[in-house]
């Protein structure tokens, strides 16, 4: 007797040259359903439909075509076993040898805009992963495909070996059949949860990704690293358009996921811009124009700039595109870009230009690996108020010094602990980041500022354990400091601060970054 396959695909890719070969070079009957049948048929190849090898029509819509007890007792039967051969005899079910299956497009569904709830139903497929479930748990006995990729590897498999397929390639392709399953159940269960607005960090915590693309390395040349979408549509980083230049490594897009962050603090009325480096800010400022605020942050660190990454608030004009590409950049990301800009950048064609029209969506949530499980927190979104700040010091901040703590505060959020920010005239001066102690910080963004520093603002992004911190502020002339708040010794550095004539302004919101 002929084995017996099943195919039943919504995606066609390759599936007539793989029927084809499995009909005419290895003697395989082949079993399949509705639109797929139609296909082989269309295509000239002997198939018969599911409905007329069970003996039960498709029904309710074509909702239930292949869930029959001969369909998966084929699947499931196991064939060393003498009680599973009475039963398929007994019931004339034929032992599947292959079974090529995938899925209703449902992530591609929902990714349409305005896709009703019931539209996205019709596409939950439940048929399919039954006997992609089914058949990948009995890979003992036959083989599972899941993606049109893998036929090639099959039918190769089958030459090499007179017919044969290894249990070890079996074995992969359930793996593979498993991993489809669960980012499929994965999709579905995300839509819902979006649909229901459920917010709460839930019992069961489930990551899922699409690989894009392979990336040349991971944060050293010997770390190997993918880059993966999630979510049922392409969002974020998957959704920018590259404009020009190299191919994204893997501490680029970490770093514009950095810069990404710290940009959308800023509305787009009031041209911005930050460059960073490893994650932190080497410079960010405000400008009258865009241009302006780019040329503010280079300077406030242009040896650290030198191959680092920037972010703008609004679309690259041709002024910014020409400060842009007066020195070398690794990335820019900016919401779009003006016509007589992009043929000014092309003087840089290395240089990444990323256009991400939404900078300001992304996850809700942070997630960290951690030696036998994942670390998840929501983001830290909480804005920065002044009408919530108090005032802690005799002497009182003038307005322009307190719109200078805003800008302050929204740049030490994105600066790893233990974060220090030194500014004046919106733009950063000094920047101390990672310290294990807060007076390292502040004794480095204040080296960086010198003598800039005279009537600048400190922010720190926790409160000072000791009045240290404030009395060397005080000494390279910084004239407000604005800071969380919270220690057993605030009374301390709030003395030290009235002693020294200088504003103190606790905001009640800590922002550690580790």
């Not at 084995?3 to 399949?32: H, P």
């Not at 500022?449 to 009045?467: H, K, R």
Request: proline letters at 4%; aromatic letters at 6%.
């Amino acid at each position: 007797m002929k084995r017996l396959a099943l195919l039943s695909v919504s995606d066609k890719t390759g599936i007539v040259d793989l029927a084809k070969a499995l009909v005419t070079e290895f003697e395989f009957e082949i079993i399949s359903s509705g639109g797929t049948a139609k296909t082989l048929q269309e295509a000239g190849i002997a198939v018969t439909k599911v409905s007329d090898y069970t003996g039960s029509p498709e029904i309710l819509g074509g909702r239930v075509k292949t869930l029959h007890p001969r369909i998966h007792g084929g699947i499931l039967g196991r064939r060393d076993l003498d009680e599973d051969k009475q039963d398929m005899e007994a019931n004339q079910i034929r032992p599947l040898d292959l079974v090529v299956v995938n899925l209703y497009p449902f992530s591609q569904t929902i990714a349409q805009p305005n896709v009703s709830v019931a539209e996205a139903i019709e596409k939950i497929d439940i048929g399919g992963p039954a006997m992609l479930r089914a058949a990948a748990k009995n890979f003992n006995y036959l083989t599972v495909l899941c993606d049109p990729s893998q036929y090639e590897a099959y039918l190769q498999q089958l030459k090499d070996s007179q017919g044969e397929v290894s249990l070890e390639f079996r074995q992969q392709m359930a793996g593979k059949a498993f991993a489809h399953t669960y980012a499929y159940d994965r999709a579905i269960s995300t839509y819902f949860a979006d649909l229901n607005s459920i917010t709460e960090l839930p019992q069961t915590y489930t990551v899922s990704g699409d690989r894009l693309q392979t990336l040349r390395y991971g944060e050293n040349p010997h770390q190997s690293a993918a880059w993966y979408q999630t979510g049922n549509k392409a969002t974020g980083w998957t959704a920018a358009q590259k404009l020009q230049g190299k191919e994204l490594s893997y501490n680029n897009l970490v770093d514009l996921e950095a810069a990404r962050r710290i940009i959308i603090e800023f509305p787009s009325e009031e041209p911005a811009a930050a460059v960073l480096k490893h994650t932190n800010p080497c410079g960010v400022a405000i400008g009258s124009s865009l241009a302006e605020a780019y040329e503010q942050a280079f300077n406030a660190d242009s040896v650290s700039a030198f191959g680092g990454i920037v972010a703008l608030n609004k679309p690259i004009d041709s002024a910014t595109a020409t400060a842009l590409t007066k020195t070398f950049l690794e990335c820019v990301v900016a919401p779009s870009c003006e016509e007589e800009a992009q043929k000014i950048l092309q003087a840089k064609s290395k240089l990444r230009i990323l256009l991400l029209s939404d900078l300001v969506t992304g996850s809700k949530q942070t997630i960290k690996a951690i030696a036998g499980g994942l670390l998840v927190q929501d983001r830290d979104d909480a804005e920065d108020s002044i009408d919530n700040w108090q005032i802690v010091t005799e002497k009182q901040p003038t307005p322009a010094q307190m719109a200078e703590m805003l800008f302050a505060q929204k740049v030490v959020k994105h600066v790893k602990s233990n974060a220090i920010v030194v500014t004046k005239n919106r733009t950063t001066l000094g920047i101390g980041a990672g310290q294990m102690n807060r007076v390292g910080s502040v004794k480095i963004a204040l080296e960086q500022a010198g003598e800039q520093a005279q009537g600048g603002v400190l922010a720190s992004d926790a409160f000072f354990p000791f009045d240290d911190s404030v009395r060397t502020a005080a000494a390279a002339g910084i004239a407000a400091i604005v800071q969380p708040g919270g220690s057993i010794r605030d009374k301390d550095s709030i003395a030290a601060a009235n002693e020294l004539g200088m504003v103190m302004v606790l905001t009640g919101i800590r922002h550690f970054l580790h």
